[in-house]
C-alpha cells in the first residue's frame, strides 16, 4: 500500500547544508523560489542550538523534499543577522520565494518543530509526506473506533511501511491487535518498536493498554468484589481487584474512583500499587480526558495535602 501515492524523497545533502554569506543568495533566495527553505541560525557557542539543530533536520529530512535546511554560523555571517535583525540565537527563519513567511526564536519542542514544518510547507502551497501520513492515521483511527480493527491495523502497518519510526502509527498497530484480542501479537510488536520512539507518548499509551488488556482477561467479577468491599472497606486487595474489574467493563471513572480511595486509605499498599495503577488508566487515556483531568488533580491534592 503506497501511502504517498509514488512521491519521492530529495538526497539528505541536498535537503540540508550548512551556507554563508557568499553563498546565502543561491542557496536560500533562489532556492526558495521551488521550495521553501528553513534557515537555522546558530552559533557554536549556543547550547540551545545543539538541541534545535538536529531536531528541525530530524524534521526536514522527515519531509522528504518538500522543504530544505539551511544552516548558518552566525559569528560568520554576522552581515545577514543584521540585516535580518536576529538579536538572539537559536533563531529559525523560513523562505518561500525569497521572503520571510515564518520564523520563531528559541527552542521548541519536537512536537512544536513539526507543526513548524508542516506549516511552512503547507504556507507554500504543499504537503509533507508526514501529512499524509498523518491523515492516512487519522483515517485508521476512525477504522479501529467502528471496530474495523483488521483494516485499521493492514493501514498502520501501510504507514509504517512508509516510515518505520512513526509513533502514532506504531502505537496504533499495537492498539489494533489489543482489539483483537491479539495480546501476545500486540506485546510482540511493542518489544519490536525502533528505539528512536520507545518512549514517545503513543507508545507508553499502548504499553499501557496492553497492560489494562492483560488485566482485564484475569478480571474477577463485578458484583462479589463490589460485595465483598461494601463488608469489607479495609480490604485493599479486594478493592484493587475491583477496580481493575470495572476497568475492564468500561467503567473507567468508577475504577478511578476505587484506587483514588485505595490510595487514600493506605498509600504503601503492595508498594504503592493504587498510584501505580493510576497511572497506567492515565497513560492509557488522552491527556486532556476529563477522567485523566480529574483523577490527576484528586491524586494531587491528596498527595500534597
Given at each position: 500500500?503506497?501511502?504517498?501515492?509514488?512521491?519521492?524523497?530529495?538526497?539528505?545533502?541536498?535537503?540540508?547544508?550548512?551556507?554563508?554569506?557568499?553563498?546565502?543568495?543561491?542557496?536560500?533566495?533562489?532556492?526558495?523560489?521551488?521550495?521553501?527553505?528553513?534557515?537555522?541560525?546558530?552559533?557554536?557557542?549556543?547550547?540551545?542550538?545543539?538541541?534545535?539543530?538536529?531536531?528541525?533536520?530530524?524534521?526536514?529530512?522527515?519531509?522528504?523534499?518538500?522543504?530544505?535546511?539551511?544552516?548558518?554560523?552566525?559569528?560568520?555571517?554576522q552581515?545577514?543577522?543584521?540585516?535580518?535583525?536576529?538579536?538572539?540565537?537559536?533563531?529559525?527563519?523560513?523562505?518561500?520565494?525569497?521572503?520571510?513567511?515564518?520564523?520563531?526564536?528559541?527552542?521548541?519542542?519536537?512536537?512544536?518543530?513539526?507543526?513548524?514544518?508542516?506549516?511552512?510547507?503547507?504556507?507554500?502551497?504543499?504537503?509533507?509526506?508526514?501529512?499524509?501520513?498523518?491523515?492516512?492515521?487519522?483515517?485508521?483511527?476512525?477504522?479501529l473506533?467502528?471496530?474495523?480493527?483488521?483494516?485499521?491495523?493492514?493501514?498502520?502497518?501501510?504507514?509504517?511501511?512508509?516510515?518505520?519510526?512513526?509513533?502514532?502509527?506504531?502505537?496504533?498497530?499495537?492498539?489494533?491487535?489489543?482489539?483483537?484480542?491479539?495480546?501476545?501479537?500486540?506485546?510482540?510488536?511493542?518489544?519490536?518498536?525502533?528505539?528512536?520512539i520507545?518512549?514517545?507518548?503513543e507508545?507508553?499509551?499502548?504499553?499501557?493498554?496492553?497492560?489494562?488488556?492483560?488485566?482485564?482477561?484475569?478480571?474477577?467479577?463485578?458484583?462479589?468484589?463490589?460485595?465483598?468491599?461494601?463488608?469489607?472497606?479495609?480490604?485493599?486487595?479486594?478493592?484493587?481487584?475491583?477496580?481493575?474489574?470495572?476497568?475492564?467493563?468500561?467503567?473507567?471513572e468508577?475504577?478511578?474512583?476505587?484506587?483514588?480511595?485505595?490510595?487514600?486509605?493506605?498509600?504503601?499498599?503492595?508498594?504503592?500499587?493504587?498510584k501505580?495503577?493510576?497511572?497506567?488508566?492515565?497513560?492509557?487515556?488522552?491527556?486532556?480526558?476529563?477522567?485523566?483531568?480529574?483523577?490527576?488533580?484528586?491524586?494531587?491534592?491528596?498527595?500534597?495535602?
Open positions: 500500500m503506497d501511502i504517498l501515492n509514488g512521491a519521492g524523497g530529495a538526497p539528505a545533502a541536498d535537503l540540508i547544508k550548512d551556507s554563508s554569506e557568499a553563498t546565502f543568495m543561491a542557496d536560500v533566495v533562489e532556492a526558495s523560489q521551488e521550495v521553501p527553505v528553513i534557515v537555522d541560525f546558530w552559533a557554536p557557542w549556543c547550547g540551545p542550538c545543539k538541541t534545535l539543530g538536529p531536531m528541525l533536520e530530524e524534521a526536514v529530512t522527515a519531509a522528504k523534499g518538500a522543504v530544505k535546511m539551511v544552516k548558518i554560523n552566525v559569528d560568520e555571517a552581515m545577514i543577522a543584521g540585516q535580518l535583525q536576529i538579536q538572539s540565537i537559536p533563531t529559525v527563519y523560513a523562505f518561500f520565494k525569497g521572503q520571510p513567511v515564518d520564523g520563531f526564536q528559541g527552542a521548541l519542542p519536537g512536537s512544536e518543530i513539526k507543526a513548524f514544518v508542516d506549516r511552512v510547507i503547507a504556507a507554500a502551497g504543499g504537503q509533507s509526506p508526514g501529512g499524509q501520513l498523518d491523515e492516512a492515521v487519522e483515517a485508521a483511527e476512525e477504522m473506533g467502528s471496530g474495523a480493527a483488521v483494516d485499521a491495523a493492514q493501514t498502520f502497518a501501510a504507514i509504517l511501511g512508509e516510515d518505520p519510526n512513526h509513533a502514532a502509527a506504531y502505537g496504533g498497530l499495537v492498539r489494533a491487535h489489543i482489539a483483537l484480542d491479539d495480546l501476545d501479537q500486540a506485546e510482540a510488536i511493542l518489544n519490536g518498536a525502533p528505539a528512536e520507545s518512549d514517545s507518548a507508545l507508553e499509551a499502548a504499553h499501557a493498554q496492553l497492560e489494562l488488556a492483560k488485566q482485564a482477561a484475569n478480571a474477577g467479577p463485578v458484583a462479589e468484589l463490589t460485595a465483598t468491599v461494601d463488608a469489607e472497606p479495609d480490604n485493599h486487595q479486594a478493592r484493587f481487584d475491583l477496580a481493575q474489574a470495572l476497568h475492564a467493563n468500561d467503567n473507567v468508577e475504577a478511578v474512583a476505587q484506587l483514588l480511595e485505595l490510595f487514600r486509605r493506605d498509600r504503601e499498599w503492595n508498594d504503592g500499587a493504587a501505580a495503577q493510576l497511572f497506567t488508566i492515565f497513560d492509557a487515556l488522552k491527556p486532556n480526558d476529563p477522567v485523566v483531568l480529574n483523577g490527576r488533580r484528586k491524586l494531587s491534592s491528596m498527595i500534597f495535602a
